[in-house]
């Protein structure tokens, strides 16, 4: 029996089980699998190594292991053996790095975070040059941005983003060391209070394989990491707005216009997410590569049941955008199609 022979949806499921008992690492050190590379199956909210769930669900089915170098694990492989059972395959083509914030040895600007949260909150980004420690390669423009609070009490997550340029050198933020230090720009779109962070320990009962600790440079996490640390962090932040409301202290987030703007964000700031993991940060349609104003366009309005999805998902540049929401173009093979020829245009307006 080969890959092709495999249909049996029930034999999924039960690699699915298998791969929750076990819990990751052991599970592909068990049945001979490394990590996705690119392509993750996605399951009631938690998310697996394609290729191994494809392997051990043919030895359910069959009685046979489906061995690592047996088959691909692509479209043309476990992608395409799973959509043909209905399951959900996300490709994930950039995974992400965690940088550290150590608040006794570098003061951020307390009017400058504020200024970035209230960005955030009005639905757009705030971007922030970011010390990368000793790491002076491999992250590029568009990667997935952790920011962890170390050094004190409060020790998690407490910021996201997206890398909104690769690394460049600058002055170092410590006056006692005169040579350049690598750093990036990040487009941060959530930004919490250091008591708001997600705890440390939570992450690593969550995250496969979380990283115990960091060396200065902080640390890489793979495509199905990232995933599964954006949907608990989603799920965190949105814990952390509702309880918002309720405090009197804080009455500029509680007020109803602000909560209706978090609402309508975390969809759309999920969907996001997503595209900026698949596909490369620029606009689909002319090519404007400044992330921090890049948006996720529907193929298929969401209005109209269009799933917020990879495949019915492509970023935009907001006047690309809009013009494709009027009607104005459509998609053909990521190519634009235009109803009118003399509405066509490419160069989007400069942000002010």
């Given at each position: 029996?080969?890959?092709?022979?495999?249909?049996?949806?029930?034999?999924?499921?039960?690699?699915?089980?298998?791969?929750d008992r076990l819990k990751r690492v052991p599970f592909l050190r068990t049945y001979g699998f490394g990590t996705a590379d690119e392509y993750v199956l996605a399951h009631d909210?938690?998310?697996?190594?394609?290729k191994a769930i494809v392997g051990v669900a043919h030895l359910f089915q069959s009685g046979e292991l489906l061995s690592n170098l047996a088959f691909k694990g692509g479209k043309k492989g476990a992608v395409r053996a799973l959509k043909d059972m209905d399951f959900e395959v996300i490709p994930q083509r950039r995974g992400s790095f965690v940088l550290l914030w150590n608040p006794s040895l570098w003061h951020w600007d307390e009017q400058r975070r504020l200024a970035i949260q209230r960005r955030i909150l009005a639905g757009g980004t705030g971007s922030e040059p970011w010390s990368t420690g000793s790491r002076k390669k491999d992250i590029s423009k568009g990667d997935r941005i952790f920011l962890f609070l170390v050094g004190q009490q409060e020790?998690?997550?407490?910021?996201?983003?997206?890398?909104?340029?690769?690394?460049?050198?600058?002055?170092?933020?410590?006056a006692d060391h005169p040579e350049p230090a690598p750093h990036i720009s990040v487009a941060w779109d959530k930004l919490l209070d250091p008591p708001e962070v997600l705890p440390w320990e939570t992450i690593q009962r969550t995250v496969p394989g979380f990283p115990n600790r960091y060396q200065g440079g902080g640390a890489?996490?793979?495509?199905?990491?990232?995933?599964?640390?954006?949907?608990?962090?989603?799920?965190?932040?949105?814990?952390?707005?509702l309880a918002a409301l309720g405090d009197p202290?804080?009455?500029?987030?509680?007020?109803?216009?602000?909560?209706?703007?978090?609402?309508?964000?975390?969809?759309?700031q999920q969907f996001r997410n997503l595209l900026l993991g698949a596909y490369e940060p620029r606009c689909t349609v002319c090519g404007f590569d400044q992330i921090e104003i890049l948006e996720?366009?529907?193929l298929i309005p969401d209005s109209q049941g269009g799933a917020s999805s990879v495949e019915n998902g492509r970023l935009m540049c907001p006047n690309h955008h809009r013009a494709h929401d009027a009607g104005l173009f459509h998609l053909q093979r990521d190519?634009?199609?235009?109803?009118?020829?003399?509405?066509e245009f490419l160069a989007p307006a400069r942000p002010l």
């Open positions: 029996m080969a890959l092709k022979d495999l249909n049996d949806r029930q034999a999924v499921l039960r690699a699915l089980e298998e791969y909210g938690r998310y697996y190594d394609s020790r998690g997550l407490v910021a996201s983003g997206h890398a909104a340029s690769n690394i460049y050198f600058d002055k170092q933020w410590a890489r996490l793979d495509g199905l990491q990232t995933l599964t640390l954006n949907a608990l962090w989603q799920e965190h932040a949105n814990e952390v707005s202290a804080r009455p500029e987030v509680a007020a109803s216009y602000s909560y209706a703007i978090v609402k309508r964000r975390n969809h759309q996720a366009a529907h190519r634009p199609i235009w109803t009118n020829a003399e509405t």
